[in-house]
């Protein structure tokens, strides 16, 4: 009778064969999954849909408008003191003044404007985001007739030259493909004179984010490309620097 040796070393190199594929495929799959779930928190939590173009930004901004405002738990004092009372302070000698918001998310440079009693004037909030500028109603009920809501992109503002004594466009530039004409048609709208609020990134999750923010002396370069004067960049919040910038008379 033939030995069975030889099947039996034959059987066991394939079972361990077909162990160490599956091992390895299971692996494979589990690191292909890995790498697929961080390249999506990488674009759309960090940089939130940028590189994928305007539509999905707006998209993750209708998602999360319900929870933006308790995302960013924003803090009233620091608020005023950073954006609505020195914007207030600059604009107190015009009545009735005009102040434009691009990419206005839920309204909170209108909020912090209209509780400063030096402000007597309108503010349009303009977002691409449906949800965004529901939520800037919800929040500014008892300004309704002061705040005014445009659905439009920022790269093209439906307002005509020199319209407005102010322009904020803050948190939002990173996620405009041409961010230097972006920043130009902010400065098309506002009057001689008048003052731009402009943010740039710089945190940390800047080296993640290529293509989609200024370095500081770029930053500076395009804002006095732009012919604005008195400008002023400081730091703001965590991860931005935050400009202030006339358009001359
Ligand atoms: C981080 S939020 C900032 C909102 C607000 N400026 C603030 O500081 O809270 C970014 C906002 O930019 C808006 N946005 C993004 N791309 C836009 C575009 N191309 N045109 C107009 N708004 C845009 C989003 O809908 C969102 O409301």
Known sequence: MPSCRPLRLANSIYNRFVQATTWLTVGAIAAGALVLAGLAYWELVVAEGAHLGQRVVVLLYDWTAQRYESIKKFDI?????????????????????????????????????????????????LDLSKAMLLHTRHH???????????????????????????????????????????VREAVRVLRPGGWLLLSNRVGPDVPWLSGMTFSRPEFLAVLSELGLCEIDVQPWELDYDLAWARKPL
């Open 140 to 182: 500014q009920s008892q300004h309704a007739r002061r705040v005014h809501r445009v659905q439009s992109p920022a790269s093209r503002l439906p307002f005509v030259d020199n319209t407005f004594h102010a322009v904020s466009f803050l948190e939002a530039l990173e996620f405009l493909p041409d961010r230097k004409a972006a």
């Open 77 to 125: 004092e620091y608020e005023d003191r950073a954006l609505g009372q020195p914007l207030a302070l600059a604009l107190r000698r015009i009545t009735p003044c005009q102040v434009l918001d691009v990419a206005a998310g839920t309204g909170r440079l209108a909020r912090s404007l209209l509780r400063q009693p030096a402000f007597a004037g309108d503010v349009v909030n």
